[in-house]
């Protein structure tokens, strides 16, 4: 018999996976070219080249003793160093390779940050919409998460209502910039509202309140667009990186955690750090991804790809009369449904096979995210489905 708690996640099993599968089906039926799978974030753009032939010279010249066998559960010092020194020449910053721990994903990323600073009971404010594994990750260490919704209309967060859901329970809050699933940025100006908030409060209660920064996707911006870099307004920050997206290799499981050096207790969180992800179960992060990182962390995918088929998917869907505020970063899209039951929408685009996800997925009912790193051709084919669905409900 499987535990109670465990029972509880099935039940919220993630509907972006389901799609994917659902979309698998359809495609032995009519086709893949024929079906226009937009469920999954799994990037569509090869790798730079310079990442294979990292890994290939590695696996070449280095010690096969010492590259196969266990790091510190921090990760291998001078990788931790580099992204010191990296970090210290982009953002100005005086890292060591001690604000650093290498994990498998920003999801382990995530986890061990929760498992080092929540206690139970202890509540995780999120801005939806937002990621919708965060509600498991946070009821892994038995947290509670506390939704505050965005404004609709910019989808930055509602700042009134943030202050409102502050608590002498919260314990931390997360921020996915840009973000998933809406593609936008938070401002600066969000940023330092956020921070300064969390000051107050911080100074309310007498201990701090920790800002998580999930980053997965800072290089993937469009028309210029910056992204704050957050421990510039906010000393108790952590940041969670992945290279998933910006070097396109989602299987292999690498990125990290960044403690501000200026956050309360650093010493400890970090040493916490380095036992949680042993005691998590990932002992350290693949050892060939760990030494990839210094060839490669200068670098990105190329993402023209992905910023044609956002301009032509966003002209295609607001000229068919659909309303989205148009991504700035990531490759999502999160438009209004034509009817408020987000999830008989996504069903009935099915019929046209279309492959949306409900935006309820994401705390945000009445919106559904549609992934574009596919082909081009998928988002120009798609066209006449997104038509035939907006026919649907315009009778």
């Known amino acids: ?39 999954l974030g799994n990037p569509s753009v090869e790798p730079p080249k310079e990442v294979n032939e990292a890994a290939i010279n590695i696996l070449r010249t280095a010690n096969p003793n010492s590259l196969h066998g266990y790091p510190n559960n921090s990760g291998y010092e001078d990788v931790r160093l580099h992204l010191a020194l990296r970090s210290n020449s982009i953002h100005g910053t005086d890292y060591s390779e001690k604000n650093y721990v290498i994990t498998t994903g920003a999801a382990a990323a995530l986890n061990i940050i929760l498992k080092v600073i929540l206690d139970p009971g202890d509540e995780v404010i999120v801005f939806a919409p937002y990621f919708g594994e965060y ?29 409102q859901k502050l608590s002498d329970k919260t314990r931390a809050v997360i921020i996915n910039t840009p973000n998933n699933p809406t593609g936008v940025v938070y401002s600066e100006e969000t940023i330092k509202a956020i921070s300064l908030i969390l000051d107050n409060k911080s100074r309310q209660t007498g201990k701090p309140v920790y800002l998580i920064s999930d980053e997965p996707y800072r290089e993937l911006v469009y028309d210029n667009i910056k992204v704050p870099f957050v421990p510039d307004y906010y000393n108790n920050t952590f940041v969670a990186y992945s290279y998933s997206k910006s070097l396109s290799i989602p ?3 690498i990125g990290y955690v960044c403690v501000n050096s ?21 002992v350290n992060a693949p050892t060939i991804w760990q030494k990839v990182i210094p060839y490669c962390s200068d670098l990105s995918v190329d993402k023209s790809v992905y910023e044609l088929n956002r301009k032509d998917l966003y002209s295609q869907l607001c000229g068919l009369g659909y309303e989205c505020v148009k991504p700035q970063g990531a490759f999502y899209m999160f438009p209004k449904t034509l009817i408020p039951d987000d999830k008989e929408f996504c069903n009935a685009a099915k019929e046209f096979r279309l492959l949306i996800v409900p935006g309820s997925s994401f705390g945000c009912p009445g919106f559904c995210r549609i992934s574009y790193c596919v082909s081009h051709d998928t988002v120009i084919n798609s066209y006449e489905s997104f038509k035939a669905l907006k026919e649907k409900f315009s009778r």
């Open 251 to 253: 299987g292999e499981r």
């Open 1 to 39: 018999m499987v535990s109670e708690k465990m029972k509880t996640f099935m039940t919220g099993n993630s509907a972006i996976r389901a799609m994917f599968e659902e979309g698998k089906k359809m495609a032995k039926v009519y086709g893949s070219e024929n079906v226009y799978d937009f469920s």
């Open 135 to 163: 509600n498991n990750y946070v009821k892994n260490y038995d947290g509670i998460v506390v939704p505050v919704m965005a404004d609709l209309s910019t989808f930055q967060p509602d700042l009134s209502s943030f202050e």
């Open 262 to 282: 200026a956050a309360d207790g650093f010493d400890e969180i970090v040493s916490c750090l380095n036992v949680a992800n042993r005691i998590l179960g990932f």
